[in-house]
């Protein structure tokens, strides 16, 4: 930047590994010593930092946390330790592998019995198997190089798979619902009980399997993400066993029994395209957690020499946030010193803020002349 502010300083700067934003401190001399770190709060050994506690404590717990929504964005299912670590990765297509299988067995025995109930559980299990696609989107294409068109990279497949997803759940859900709704307005037998209680019982052991393994697996190499989507897992599994109360209705000689299931089942999943199509909405329009750019904020204001802040912007790109900000600085700082300014709030940017992997800084100059002496520019001028 030169010292009269015309121009300004933007630095870029990808780590080549993720940081523990939760405990990592770094040691740069005087110059870093204000930027904040963060201290790991105490936390029960063998839970990771990021899992609710509340969720691990009782039935209360339990029941209040299969009544929550849970988030659908593959970028809450994503952290350093699973990335990382091939172990989870494995985990993870294995875990889409048996719900999968759990999907296709239901779907056939759906197809055979006429069971609505069973059908909206199929669904349900499907759309929870679909979220990992676009986890393994981003990875896949996240590992292709920038090029002269696609400058930021292929994050952004994640989004579109995320659109598709959305659109599938959708479709499902309506067929669904349409089915169990004319089941009840025109009721038919249900055939084959037997075989709808096993496939009830299968979706609740497939589930119950998966949950066990990412708990397991999540807590052996210390991911979060990985042991939340476990407690998810186990949480859905209580769904396929709704199926069974369907089929003993329908045993007794209850009609209704198994289309109204299926509409309590419809009624789940629309709840989770309603947090999926949030998701994903949110991220086509670059919207982000706004407590992520408060934390942003802080740590710019803690580097030492920052004289004010001009506009912070964020986000995400596959499962990685990125971020531009404009610092405001003396006007008196040489080119040298600038740059140094950048680097450090870039660096203090990168340990506040998780999942944030590039940072572009921007400088810009108090203003000493005209009617308010002591009015700040940031970037291109503009007043704050």
Request: charge should be positive; glycine fraction near 10%.
């Amino acid at each position: 930047m030169a010292p009269n502010g015309t121009s300004a300083h933007g630095r870029g700067h990808r780590h080549p590994h993720d940081h523990d934003h939760h405990a990592h401190t770094h040691h740069h001399g005087p110059r870093w010593q204000r930027v904040p770190q963060r201290i790991p709060q105490r936390i029960p050994q063998g839970i990771p930092q990021g899992i609710p506690q509340g969720v691990l404590r009782g039935p209360a717990h339990r029941v209040a946390h299969v009544l929550t929504p849970h988030s659908h964005d593959s970028a809450d299912k994503v952290d350093a330790a699973m990335e990382a670590s091939r172990e989870g990765m494995r985990t993870l297509w294995l875990s889409f592998a048996v719900l999968g299988l759990t999907t296709a067995v239901q779907a056939v025995i759906a197809a055979l019995s006429g069971s609505v109930a069973l059908l909206g559980d199929t669904v349900h299990n499907g759309a929870d198997a679909l979220t990992a696609l676009p986890l393994g989107l981003a990875f896949l294409l996240g590992r292709r190089a920038a090029t002269r068109r696609y400058t930021y990279g292929y994050g952004r497949a994640e989004d579109l798979a995320g659109v598709v997803i959305v659109l599938t759940i959708a479709a499902s859900s309506a067929l669904a619902a349409y089915t169990a709704v004319d089941r009840l307005l025109h009721p038919r037998d249900v055939g084959h009980l037997w075989a709808v209680a096993l496939a009830a019982v299968a979706g609740f052991a497939g589930n119950e399997w998966v949950a066990r393994h990412r708990i397991r697996t999540g807590r052996r190499i210390g991911s979060a993400a990985l042991v939340a989507d476990g407690l998810h897992a186990r949480t859905d599994g209580f769904t396929s066993l709704a199926v069974l109360l369907g089929a003993g209705g329908t045993a007794l000689g209850l009609r209704t029994a198994d289309p109204v299931v299926g509409l309590l089942i419809t009624a789940v999943i629309l709840v989770v395209l309603r947090d999926a199509a949030r998701e994903v909405y949110r991220r086509l329009m670059d919207a982000v957690d706004p407590a992520l750019v408060d934390a942003a904020e802080t740590a710019l204001r803690a580097v030492e020499g920052v004289r004010g802040l001009g506009q912070v912007r964020m986000r995400w790109i596959g499962h990685a946030l990125h971020a531009e900000a404009a610092i405001v600085v003396d006007p008196g700082l040489n080119v040298v010193r600038a740059h140094e300014l950048a680097v450090a709030a870039e660096h203090a940017l990168i340990h506040a803020v998780p999942r944030l992997t590039a940072a572009t800084i921007h400088t810009d100059h108090l203003v000493t002349e005209g009617p308010d002496p002591h009015r700040l520019l940031a970037h291109h001028g503009h007043p704050v």
